[in-house]
């Protein structure tokens, strides 16, 4: 049973390009949502897919945005990349979002942005 | 707003010695709360949850109890073991949110000697 999968693995772009990261959820879970991990920091929340739309968004500009597809998988795609952009992207997915069932987290996207 | 504040880290430990990382929380209503780890290289696991008052979550020798009098759910273990080094967050998803977004508290780096 293939848990949460990310790719790419390692990314490097350069200031002022776009980036799209993938995740595909664990078997049977249906919701999907982004977390940014700036180095020595704890994740934060980008925001949550449920049924194709943004159910819930995190205080990130309007650079920062989403899609979710029939399959369940989903893309973050950030423009206009800047320095502060690089992070550990994390993909979580779960059945539903009551907050009552655990997320399950991918190895995440390490974005480099020079 | 809703959020976590956990003991600072580093916090360096003797194999078989007693473990506690403090955790205190600011949530409106009833919160779920969650201990994740991180191996280095690696997603989040979740290793506990409580979605209570009183309840006490516990995984891998690992237990936490959810206290809502002092909004507290300390992690702990009676002896730790050198593949326990990881970094440990602690986290809540919101009781009054239709949405599951988990707010992280900022990470405690554990190492333990052998």
């Known amino acids: 049973d293939a848990g949460v999968t990310q790719s790419p693995t390692h990314l490097i772009k350069t200031r002022g390009q776009q980036v799209t990261l993938r995740c595909s959820p664990k078997s049977g879970h249906d919701t999907v949502s982004w977390y940014q991990q700036a180095l020595g920091q704890g994740p934060q929340f980008i925001f949550q897919?449920?049924?194709?739309?943004?159910?819930q968004r995190g205080n990130f500009p309007d650079r920062f945005s989403g899609h979710q597809f029939p399959n369940y998988s989903s893309e973050l795609n950030v423009n206009a990349l800047l320095l502060g952009d690089s992070a550990l992207y994390l993909c979580?997915?779960?059945?539903?979002?009551?907050?009552?069932?655990?997320?399950?987290f991918g190895d995440g996207t390490r974005l480099s942005i020079l | 707003g809703d959020s976590v504040t956990q003991m600072e880290g580093p916090v360096t430990l003797s194999e078989e010695a007693f473990l506690t990382i403090n955790c205190t929380y600011t949530?409106?209503?009833?919160?779920?709360l969650f201990w994740y780890v991180q191996y280095p290289g690696e997603g989040l696991q979740l290793l506990l949850k409580?979605?209570?008052?009183?309840d006490k979550g516990s995984n891998k020798g690992f237990e936490a109890t959810y206290r809502k009098e002092t909004t507290s759910f300390h992690l702990e273990k009676g002896s730790v073991q050198v593949s326990d080094s990881a970094v440990y967050f602690c986290?809540?998803?919101?009781?009054?949110?239709?949405?599951?977004?988990?707010?992280f508290g900022s990470g405690t780096r554990l190492s333990i000697r052998p």
């Open positions: 897919y449920y049924e194709e739309e943004e159910r």
């Open positions: 949530a409106t209503g009833y919160p779920s």
């Open positions: 409580a979605t209570k008052a009183d």
């Open positions: 979580a997915s779960s059945l539903g979002f009551s907050g009552k069932q655990p997320q399950h």
């Open positions: 986290a809540l998803v919101p009781g009054y949110s239709s949405a599951s977004k988990i707010i």
